[in-house]
């Protein structure tokens, strides 16, 4: 019997690696599906989504805003900030009062630390770079600070740049809530029944990975960048974790609520309700 191929997309990090580390070794029974894994940044993964490029796609939660006709959230693969997150950083430590009219690179204006930072100050001059570039313009006086994401959350100090904010902790302190940045969102128009089997597969997928952490860590390492085994699993800890495995009440609070600023603030055009696979 032939089997529905389903193309799952997601970035290049050792992170969203980790999480799929099952589905794309083979390691569990799929049924009637045959997954195959496109690896892309999440700006142009958001770009993609637009279209319902994939049936399976890592978005930015800024990018449900634009897609929630097409896509619903699936419970399982979230990446949220529990009092971290990513962080402008900059050559000298200013205050976080001197942001305001700074030319700052982002990752896509699509991402979710990009919402993040209008929302913590909304008048900067943005310039966009490819995420990985982000830390090497700064570093060469480009722009006056750059917004990271990924790994470069642990590795600006050792690139001589210091924080300016830390768009995770300015959240907590602001919500006493999680950030929500990255989730993995699937086609509507699969019907119900594929929706559900795919959802239980991909939360299959994260829980091998917890349970089988040095192997699929292994396999991560190959999408680290730069980083040694203790700080990629450092990272892949703070990204996928038991809030991975499903949102929870909290975790679909703060989805809510950082969809509900963003409109209150007129950074995305029309109220949205997440939606989440049941």
Not at 25 to 53: C, M, P, V, Y
Not at 57 to 79: D, E, R
Not at 132 to 155: A, K, S, Y
Request: hydrophobic share 40%; no cysteine.
């Amino acid at each position: 019997m032939e089997k529905t191929e389903i193309r799952i997309a997601h970035s290049p990090d050792s992170d969203d690696a980790f999480m799929f580390y099952a589905l794309a070794t083979d390691k569990l029974a799929t049924g009637g599906f045959r997954f195959t894994h496109t690896l892309e940044d999440i700006e142009s993964l958001n770009q993609k989504a637009l279209r319902g490029a994939y049936e399976v796609t890592a978005i930015s939660i800024h990018a449900y805003a634009y897609i929630a006709g097409k896509y619903m959230l699936l419970p399982s693969g979230a990446s949220m900030g529990d009092r971290y997150g990513p962080m402008v950083v900059a050559r000298q430590p200013w205050d976080q009062a001197e942001l305001r009219g700074k030319r700052i690179a982002v990752p896509g204006i699509m991402t979710s630390a990009y919402l993040a930072l209008k929302l913590f100050q909304p008048e900067f001059e943005h310039v966009v770079v490819p995420f990985d570039e982000i830390i090497g313009v700064v570093q060469r006086g480009e722009v006056d600070g750059g917004l990271l994401i990924h790994e470069g959350q642990l590795t600006y100090a050792r690139e001589g740049l210091h924080k300016i904010v830390d768009l995770g902790e300015w959240w907590y302190q602001t919500t006493a809530l999680p950030l929500p940045l990255g989730g993995n969102a699937i086609l509507r128009d699969l019907g119900t029944e594929r929706i559900h089997e795919i959802s239980r597969l991909l939360r299959e997928s994260i829980q091998y990975a917890l349970d089988h952490r040095a192997e699929a860590l292994r396999h991560a390492m190959k999408y680290a960048r730069d980083l040694d085994t203790q700080l990629a699993d450092r990272f892949v800890g703070m990204y996928v974790n038991t809030r991975t495995l499903d949102y929870g009440e909290e975790g679909r609070r703060a989805v809510q609520l950082f969809l509900d600023k963003a409109h209150e603030k007129r950074l995305i055009p029309h109220p949205i309700r997440a939606e989440f696979v049941a």
